[in-house]
């Protein structure tokens, strides 16, 4: 007898191939989902495109409206607050940075202090020991406390200088002018034109996935069509199992290519997502 496999052993090993591309096609889908619930988007990937250029093109008017209004109530309120005062930025940096040189020097102390506290530790008696130690953890902890204190201060200038000269100075208003025509032209001309190319990309990859789904069943169809006429046989010759194999070999392959691209499509609509979100000047 030619060896085979059973007819019904030979069924259950080919049902098993379009059932696993239905699922590869179901889970490739529920990656696009996922990415449509996290950026709020339509059902039909076709409006997807549609839907971020407007959105946006809405958030760069929002921006282009509230911006220079933020920044002229804020120099306003400024002017008020230091009156004839036109260096506050540079004030502001020379306050952070006797903060930052008071606490080097805060350090070189210190530094100082541990020596003495080391090479003299063993020449105090008792009592003076008990309160040259209670200083020492004292000291640590302000120190420490200091050192916290001093770098929420470098950070908050770092914030505040950048707002300060946007809003007073000249080289910071060209600036946000420059910021701000990059973001129009970003809004109406790259942006657009990266995510219909991403978006055309992506819908082609669901019409083929569902193509190959369709053409799996097909050929399952196909199969199980040309068993039942042949109900006399009782095996399946391995040469013949092969070539039912083929068609579901070429789409697993396909489907398999279609992932990465899926994947790397994916990551370009997010990080060109990202850059959407409209900086904050206040
Ligand atoms: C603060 O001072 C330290 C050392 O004195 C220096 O390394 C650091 O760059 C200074 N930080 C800033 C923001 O100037
Ligand atoms: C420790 O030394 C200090 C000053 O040198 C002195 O006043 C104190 O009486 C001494 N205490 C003891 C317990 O020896």
């Known amino acids: 007898m030619a060896p085979g496999l059973l007819l019904t052993d030979a069924c259950i090993l080919l049902r098993a191939f379009p059932q696993a591309i ?29 839907f971020l250029i407007s959105r946006t093109a809405c958030c760069f008017d929002t921006f282009a409206t509230t911006a220079p209004y933020e920044i002229t109530h804020r120099k306003a309120l400024l002017q008020e607050l230091y009156p004839g005062e036109d260096a506050l930025p540079d004030r502001l940096n ?6 930052n040189g008071s606490y080097a020097e805060c350090r070189v102390m210190n530094d100082q202090f541990r020596m003495l506290y080391d090479g003299y530790f063993l020449h105090l008696n008792v009592t003076e020991r008990t309160v040259i ?13 200091l050192y916290n204190q001093v770098a929420d201060v470098l950070a908050r ?5 950048g707002c300060l000269t946007v809003a007073l100075t000249d080289k ?34 669901v019409e083929e996935r569902k193509r190959l789904s ?24 391995v040469p013949e199992l092969c070539s039912a194999l083929n068609p579901y070999s070429r789409i697993l392959q396909q489907l398999s290519a279609q992932s ?3 994947k790397s499509l994916v990551s370009k609509l997010k990080a060109s997502s990202s850059k959407s979100v409209p900086r904050r000047w206040d």
């Not at 020379?94 to 903060?99: D, I, K, S, T």
């Not at 200038?157 to 200088?161: D, N």
């Not at 068993?227 to 010759?237: A, D, G, K, N």
């Open 22 to 50: 239905g699922d590869i096609v179901v889970s490739l889908d529920e990656d696009l989902e996922s990415v449509r619930r996290r950026y709020n988007l339509p059902l039909d990937v076709t409006h997807w495109a549609t």
């Open 94 to 99: 020379a306050f952070a940075m006797n903060v």
């Open 133 to 145: 130690e209670k200083a020492e953890v004292e000291l640590d902890t302000t120190r420490e406390a």
């Open 157 to 161: 200038t770092v914030e505040w200088e």
């Open 172 to 205: 910071g208003h060209r600036a946000y002018m420059e910021g701000f025509e990059q973001r129009r032209a970003w809004a109406a001309e790259t942006f657009p034109r990266h995510v219909n190319e991403v978006l055309e990309a992506l819908c082609g990859l």
């Open 214 to 237: 369709d053409e799996a069943s097909a050929v399952w169809d196909e199969q199980v069509d040309g068993f039942h006429q042949h109900t006399s046989i009782s095996r399946v010759p």
């Open 260 to 262: 990465v691209t899926q």
